[in-house]
């Protein structure tokens, strides 16, 4: 039985979640859509019951094949998406920019709805902060979805701590989604301490920095045209160098506990607040299992001091630019 962690508003969730906005191949298609609904359903079968798309991923194929693969234990099974890409919702066009404006959010649910194959989604997203619609609108907006019983639980994805309080006068936050991890710690400053006086809990995503804290990721590794990280500064040739000592030093506290550098990264991720429940990719079982392994990871005091000892600097942005100035509003 896989352990279970509580977010905001109650929601009681496993404390690992699967995302599957990695199942996408080039373009709006999933070449091996029978494989990767099999693997949903495994990770069902293990104990994990919160999944992760939306319908920006593809466009709309992404929540297909959520749907389909869900749809026959949907009753345990908690599932998020979200809102507030531009996208034409007839066509799956991208129209480029966001829009969370509130009419274009009920119909973006209305086709969540049906390609999800479900009467409700647990945990609603804003992908991203509109900065043309004020929070307010937006809070309202899904919080007249709640009462409608089309939505359960109100979310926000990589925003920033004033807009948090906002949304949350209007309808409480159950989850906030952004990018946290052992090379990405700018949450701890604001937005944790924030999240806890709140009551908000936090889905951490890219908890493995984008693949690169497996240790599987050296200088020399190369990226497929499609692949987003030949996009990002930190996984430059020469930063990839530089950013291996957070990986030796991983792998090193592994080697104590046999396990892997992926294992104590998620365990560290974990220990640090019991309302936290990272959300990682993966398109295999063995490293869904891997990641899983991370529950009973028991790190020391000492474990976790070696890792604040060595302050470790990470070589290189997270994002691109024009990335970097949608986040954190």
Do not use: C
């Amino acid at each position: 039985m896989m352990i279970k962690r509580r977010l905001g508003q109650g929601l009681e969730v496993s404390a690992l979640s699967l995302g599957a906005m990695g199942y996408l191949g080039q373009g709006p298609v999933i070449p091996d859509r029978p494989e990767m609904i099999a693997l949903l359903r495994a990770a069902v079968d293990r104990g994990m019951d919160f999944f992760d798309t939306a319908e920006t991923y593809g466009p709309f194929v992404n929540e297909e094949m959520v749907g389909e693969a869900l749809a026959p234990v949907r009753e345990r099974v908690k599932i998020a998406t979200k809102f507030g890409w531009n996208i034409d919702l007839d066509s799956g066009q991208h129209l480029g920019g966001l829009n969370s404006r509130p009419d274009h959010i009920t119909k973006a649910v209305d086709g969540s709805l049906k390609r999800l194959r479900t009467d409700y989604i647990d945990l609603l997203y804003q992908h991203r902060v509109d900065p043309e619609v004020p929070i307010e609108d937006v809070a309202g907006a899904v919080k007249e979805l709640i009462q409608a019983g089309k939505v359960r639980h109100f979310g926000l994805s990589e925003a920033g701590v004033h807009t948090i309080r906002r949304a949350h006068a209007v309808q409480p936050l159950t989850a906030l989604q952004s990018e946290y991890s052992l090379w990405t710690r700018e949450p701890e400053t604001e937005i944790i301490p924030a999240l806890e006086e709140l009551g908000i809990g936090f889905v951490p995503f890219s908890p493995l920095g984008k693949g690169f804290l497996t240790g599987k990721i050296d200088a020399g590794t190369t990226f497929g045209g499609s692949d987003f990280r030949r996009q990002i500064p930190r996984f430059a040739p020469d930063a990839i160098k530089k950013n291996r000592a957070l990986v030796d030093l991983l792998r090193r506290i592994g080697e104590r506990h046999r396990a892997t550098p992926a294992q104590v990264a998620l365990a560290w991720l974990l220990a640090q607040k019991p309302w936290i429940v990272p959300l990682f990719g993966t398109r295999k079982l063995e490293r869904f299992e891997e990641n899983v392994g991370s529950l009973s990871l028991p790190l020391t005091n000492e474990d976790f001091e070696e890792i604040e000892a060595a302050d470790f600097k990470v070589e290189g942005a997270r994002y691109p630019e024009e990335h970097l100035r949608i986040v954190g509003r």
